[in-house]
């Protein structure tokens, strides 16, 4: 059976792989996500809030918006449906230890701790719809 490429080999040809905005206020998660999904062939912008990350997005394009729900000022619930208002069509998972808080504007739920090969696998599959 022929294996199906990932996202990255697709955009390896481009040299240039997916772009994530990453929004959380840890500084310490921002930087491991940063690495981790840096190593698996994405680009990843940072913020460090979400009215920052709201910002980034009104300048700039995203494939995919990775958030935390619980952030000071805008919140993750309001940070998805702010972005889904500009670009229905973007990707947007909510990454936190309080799923039970996640409302609808959000594509999947990922609950901390998690394994970086499990976000990267779900990344991918938002990716390619």
């Given at each position: 059976?022929?294996?199906?490429?990932?996202?990255?080999?697709?955009?390896?040809?481009?040299?240039?792989?997916?772009?994530?905005?990453?929004?959380?206020?840890?500084?310490?998660?921002?930087?491991?996500?940063?690495?981790?999904?840096?190593?698996?062939?994405?680009?990843?912008?940072?913020?460090?809030?979400?009215?920052?990350?709201?910002?980034?997005?009104?300048?700039?394009?995203?494939?995919?918006?990775?958030?935390?729900?619980?952030?000071?000022?805008?919140?993750?619930?309001?940070?998805?449906?702010?972005?889904?208002?500009?670009?229905?069509?973007?990707?947007?998972?909510?990454?936190?230890?309080?799923?039970?808080?996640?409302?609808?504007?959000?594509?999947?739920?990922?609950?901390?701790p998690?394994?970086?090969?499990?976000?990267?696998?779900?990344?991918?599959?938002?990716?390619?719809r």
């Open positions: 059976m022929e294996r199906q490429p990932s996202i990255q080999t697709l955009h390896s040809a481009n040299c240039s792989g997916p772009v994530i905005l990453v929004a959380d206020d840890s500084n310490d998660l921002l930087g491991l996500l940063k690495l981790g999904l840096s190593c698996h062939g994405f680009r990843v912008v940072t913020a460090s809030n979400g009215q920052e990350a709201l910002a980034k997005f009104e300048i700039e394009h995203f494939d995919l918006l990775l958030t935390d729900l619980c952030m000071p000022g805008v919140d993750g619930n309001t940070l998805a449906r702010e972005v889904k208002k500009i670009n229905g069509n973007i990707p947007v998972i909510a990454l936190t230890a309080a799923p039970r808080l996640a409302d609808g504007a959000f594509d999947s739920v990922v609950i901390k998690f394994r970086m090969s499990s976000l990267v696998n779900l990344i991918n599959d938002l990716l390619l």
